[in-house]
Every structure is written in structure tokens, then in C-alpha cells.
């Protein structure tokens, strides 16, 4: 694996990457129940989520790209945990890797460039919802030192059924 990490490159991501990152998340939304948005999205309508995520701050957005080419194959986000002020010490964290992508680290490489973004910030603590069973996300979220503190059952319906949604914290 160290030789195919050497092949992707992380860095903040722009708006030239609207377009890919559209496509790679509207792979989740008609795909799986990863996320509970049901409806693919236009770049257009994805506009407002990218112009979140500035170059600094808490909310962050990585991507990962093949080294010498811009094809997207994953991003990394930090967002706000909830909009009311006393939750502004607190972010939610989420990773995509592109299905293609296939196991190189990358959503390791990510949430490594992520945190380390994030570590200069007034931040307190990290949160991810992980939609049930998603067994990679759990094992990438326990390397990053989240621990779980609850689940909630059958949150969304997407597909047809119930999903649940576990989630996890991390101090910062």
C-alpha cells in the first residue's frame, strides 16, 4: 500500500472540483443509503455545500487526487455539528472515496490532512453519523480515535427500509 499512497495527493479542495465532487456524492445518494439525500444533485445546487468549506477555518473540505492528474478520488469535509452558537466549537466529519478508488488508504489520507488542518482551530470535539452497517467507515472512524456513544434506530428510510445511524466522537 505505502507505493499507491505515493500516488494521491491531498490538498484543500476549490471550486474547479465542483463538478467531480457532484458526481462522486450523487454516486452515494442513487447508490446507497451512506447518505439520506435521495435525490442526485446539479453542481449548480451543490454550489452553497462547496462555498462552505473554505481554505481555512473549521470547515474544512480535503480532496484526494491521483498525483499528476485531477481526477477526484475522495474528499474529507469538516462541517457544523448544528447551527445554534454554543455548538460552534464542534464539527461533524464525513470522508467519500470515490467506488473506483479501490483500498488505497484513501480514506486514511484524508481525515489525516483534515485533522491536521483542523488542529490549530477552536475546535472541542468531532462527530460522524455512520449509516448502518458500514463496517469501513466504522474501522476508519475507531483508527481516528472516535469512539461510539450512541445509535439512533431506524433514523432515515431510504430504499424502501430503515436504516440506523451510529455515531461517533473525537476530542480535538
Do not use: C
Not at 37 to 66: C, I, K, N, Q, Y
Not at 81 to 92: H, L, Q
Not at 106 to 125: C, M, N, P, S, V
Not at 127 to 139: E, F, H, K, L, V
Amino acid at each position: 500500500m505505502p507505493s499507491e499512497l505515493t500516488e494521491v495527493q491531498v490538498r484543500p479542495g476549490n471550486e474547479g472540483d465542483l463538478a467531480a465532487l457532484t458526481d462522486l456524492y450523487n454516486h452515494y445518494v442513487r447508490e446507497t443509503a451512506i447518505t439520506f439525500d435521495t435525490a442526485p444533485f446539479t453542481p449548480e445546487e451543490r454550489r452553497p455545500w462547496l462555498l462552505s468549506h473554505p481554505v481555512d477555518g473549521p470547515h474544512r473540505l480535503m480532496v484526494a487526487t491521483g498525483a499528476g492528474s485531477r481526477r477526484i478520488l475522495g474528499y474529507a469535509t469538516s462541517s457544523p455539528f448544528r447551527p445554534k452558537p454554543a455548538y460552534a466549537t464542534s464539527v461533524e466529519t464525513t470522508v467519500y472515496v470515490a467506488p473506483d478508488a479501490g483500498r488505497r488508504g484513501i480514506g486514511t489520507l484524508l481525515y489525516k490532512a483534515l485533522f491536521e488542518a483542523l488542529a490549530g482551530e477552536d475546535l472541542h470535539r468531532a462527530y460522524a453519523g455512520i449509516a448502518q452497517p458500514n463496517d469501513a467507515s466504522t474501522r476508519l472512524h475507531e483508527r481516528f480515535g472516535f469512539r461510539h456513544v450512541g445509535t439512533y434506530r431506524e433514523v432515515g428510510r431510504k430504499f424502501g427500509r430503515w436504516w440506523d445511524v451510529a455515531w461517533y466522537e473525537k476530542a480535538l
